[in-house]
């Protein structure tokens, strides 16, 4: 249960300025605030961050909220459209990050596999070289395209003139299958021991 301060009092005198009023609005509100965000955000972090922007923005529009609403629902709804913004964010960074990384381990296994000639403690990354000699043309431009070249999905359609969709959707096959190559070539690898 959160500490009751005067909220209608507190709230006439934030709409005129005061920031001890606010401040106070503040400890009023956090706690419920911060169970409502933690509860819908995937990273308690971006649950905290999402509090602080919610207060920072019912800062700047104490003066639009109406006189006998819920502070609290009106404080809510406006964390909600933070959560919203952070979620999103969040997602964005976290598939930048992937795809990143994935880059990275392509032009690792790519390089390490130009170089494995004479070392079979990578075969694994020897025999992507072998597997995308197995591919067609296309799926050789497209695995080139994205992580040689590091074009985006959207350049990568554009320059082909097919869709993000038929683009992203066929990387994830041509993926699949040169992990399929390599992980039956270990196998067949294994059992010849």
């Known amino acids: 249960m959160s500490i009751q301060f005067n909220t209608e009092s507190d709230i006439k005198a934030a ?7 606010f401040g106070r609005l503040i400890r ?39 006189s006998g609403a ?15 913004n952070r979620v999103h964010a969040y997602i964005r960074r976290q598939k930048k990050y992937d795809n990143y990384k994935e880059q990275l381990s392509i032009l690792a296994i790519q390089h390490v596999s130009s170089c494995a000639v004479d070392r079979p403690e990578i075969e ?15 799926s050789i431009g497209l695995i080139t395209d994205r992580y040689q070249s590091a074009l985006s999905i959207n350049e990568i359609s554009k320059k082909t003139g097919r869709t993000n969709t038929w ?6 096959r041509v993926r699949s299958v040169l992990k399929t190559c390599i992980e039956k070539h270990l196998k067949e690898k294994n059992n010849e021991k």
């Not at 694994?124 to 296309?138: D, F, G, I, S, T």
């Open 167 to 172: 683009v992203t959707s066929t990387l994830h």
């Open 124 to 138: 694994p990354l020897a025999q992507l070289a072998v597997c995308m000699n197995k591919l067609n043309q296309q």
């Open 28 to 66: 009023s509100h956090e706690k419920m605030l911060l169970g409502f965000a933690t509860y819908r955000m995937p990273v308690r972090e971006e649950a905290v961050e999402a509090v602080q922007d919610t207060f920072i923005r019912a800062n700047e529009q104490i003066s639009d909220f109406r």
């Open 70 to 84: 819920d502070f609290g629902v009106w404080l809510r709804t406006i964390c909600q459209f933070m959560i919203l």
């Open 15 to 21: 709409q005129q300025g005061d920031m001890a009023a």
